[in-house]
Structures are given as C-alpha cells and as structure tokens.
DNA sequence: ACCTGAACACCGTTCAAGT
DNA sequence: ACCTGAACACCGTTCAAGT
C-alpha cells in the first residue's frame, strides 16, 4: 500500500548523513544504509556506482563546500560571520569531520578555501598573503572543530564557553590576516 | 634457527606505525600486523587485551603527545620552535592524523596543549588568554597539517611553498596569541 | 532500468586448546 | 604465560538473475 519515495542519490545522501549523525561514522555500512532506506544494500550501487568511496565523498561535498557568499562589508566581517556559520555547519555534522580532514577531496575543500582567498585578494592583499591567510583560517577552522569534536565525548567544557573561545581565537586569527 | 624478537607491546606499536607510514591507515588490519610481526593475529590480543581500539590510542599517544620542552627564550620563541618540530612529527606520520583529529582520547593532546597553555600563562597571559591561544595554536596546527595531508595526493603545492605558508601563517598565529 | 539473492574475500574478536 | 586454530558475526562488492 504504502509507496515507497523512490531511491535516488540524493535520498541516499541525506539518509546517510542521518544515520552518521545519529549513530557515528563507525555504524555506516552499505547493509545498514540499505535498512535505513529499505532496500537491499546492493540496491545502492545502482545510483552510486563506485560504492562507499563515491558515497562518503558525496557526503564531504554536501557538508564542506560552502564558499563565502557574496556580501557587502569589510573582509574582516564578512569573514567573522561566514566562519560562525561554517563552523556551525561542521558542527552539525561532526561525524563527517574525519571525512572531511581526511580524504584527499580536490573539489569541496578548495573551492571554499579558494573563495577565502579571493575575498582577502579582492580586499587589497597580495596573492601570497592571501593564500597563507586563507590556509590559515581554514585550519584554524577545521583544527578547532576537530578538537572540539574529541571534547564532546569527554564533556569537560560547558558549551557557551566553547563559544566564546571559538570567537576569541577567530578574532586573533582575523586581525592576523585581516585586521 | 633465527630467533624471533619477542612480541612485546612497544614491538607491536612500532610495527603498526611503520605499517601506516608505508601503506596507510585503511591497512592495518590485525591480520596483516600479525604478519608484519610474524605470529598470528590472535597472539596480539594477549599484550593489548582490548584489541585494536588499545592499539589505536597507543598510536595516537606514540604520535601526539609532545609537550613543549623546557626550555629559555620568549614565549613566541619557544612556541615557534616548538610547534615546527611538532608540525614535523605530525606530518611524519600523516597515516595517524585521522585518529589524532578523530578519536577521543583526552591525554595525548590533552597534555600537548596543556603544556603551551602553561607556557602562555607563565609568560604573563591570563588563565582565559592562556586557554584561548593554546586552542588558537592547536587548531591552526592539526587543522593546517591536515590539509596538507589531503594536498600530499593531489601533489599540487611544492614542499618549500607549503613550509613557507605554514610559517607565515604561524608567525600570523603567534603574532595574535604571544606577540 | 532498477532491484534482489547468493556468493566471495575479507574484517575484528572469542574461545578452547596446545606448549 | 604465551601463542595457535577454528569459528562467529560482521564487512564491501561482484555477478547472475529477476521484474
């Protein structure tokens, strides 16, 4: 009776990201993804023909590419507010994260430290400069996030602390790359 | 005839490691360590009792652990040496970071950060500043290391760029947490 | 075209048994 | 005490078969 939605890449995607959000990476398997989906798990192969790899690095794509938008203001706080609202995303999705730092994944990472780079360049700084205050930034990002992914387990700091420590170490960052 | 080395926890740890640097993380597998060692895999269990999980938190602490030594100088001094040697290990065993940046395991970075928030807070910094760098710097570290780890496939960057826009990218960092 | 079922070569780990 | 061998419950993936 009840139609079943049809199974497509994008159903595949998103139920995945449920389950590693709820469950952790660790518990994503072809078999259990195929439960969540109802269907076989070979079933999946039929939409993502490389299996797993292509489907884990769908997931970084879908979580990681968010380039800066285009926006009025100085670079400083366009940056500012794009870094909160990264940050977030990354957090949301923190299973994703060992994905994300650790898969050689050209396009999703670069385009959105590329368009870093391009906001400091447009802003009057010099190709270099730009290119070590996007990296910068990015791994101040990615390598916060990380850590605070390990303290979650541990629960020793209260959230708002988190908070505000993210945002002090973002404004050193920021005023060494673009006070 | 040739005596075999006895299986001790350090053998199997080391061996593990030189495993990952050769081949890579996705490859160690009990089975193939135990080959790598030449005994079963079983025989493993008996000197790491919890079993790969044991072995994985060994490794991240063999890695990871490397506190800021002792030492004279300027805090920004000592912190500048300190983190290249560190971003140098790091980078050595780039088959660990996935579990360095992933798991949870409080000690190893634990003390590394630790130790340059000490370093912070003697040098004059507020307990709060002093916890803000620290996390500043660890960021910036694991985050830029992992990049690069991702970069090190694509093979798009030279190793003299990349250490040069890890040093300025520092001297940004330690401008902002101990100028 | 889209999905299933059986099968293959791998995993980590337990447990009884050997020495 | 230290190691082995067989077994169990899982993996990802291939491949022929169904509709």
């Not at 195929?34 to 797993?52: N, Q, R």
């Not at 790899?53 to 100085?74: K, R």
């Not at 910068?136 to 505000?164: C, I, K, N």
């Amino acid at each position: 009776m009840s139609q079943r939605a049809p199974l497509t890449r994008e159903r595949i995607i998103e139920t995945a990201l449920h389950l590693i959000d709820g469950q952790g990476l660790g518990r994503l398997t072809m078999r259990r993804l195929g439960d969540s989906l109802e269907v076989e798990a070979m079933a999946i192969y039929h939409h993502l023909p490389h299996g797993k790899e292509q489907l884990l690095e769908q997931l970084i794509a879908y979580v990681a590419a968010q380039p800066v938008p285009p926006g009025a203001g100085t670079a400083r706080e366009r940056l500012r507010s794009w870094a909160g609202g990264y940050r977030d995303r990354l957090v949301e999705h923190i299973g994703v994260m060992p994905l994300i730092v650790t898969r050689r994944n050209p396009g999703a990472l670069l385009a959105t430290t590329q368009s870093v780079q391009d906001l400091l360049r447009t802003a009057g700084r010099t190709e270099a400069e730009a290119a070590v205050g996007a990296h910068t930034l990015l791994g101040y990002l990615l390598g916060t996030v990380a850590l605070e992914g390990r303290e979650h387990a541990t629960e020793t700091t209260p959230d708002l602390d988190r908070d505000d420590r993210f945002l002090a170490g973002l404004d050193n960052v920021l005023t060494a790359i673009a006070s």
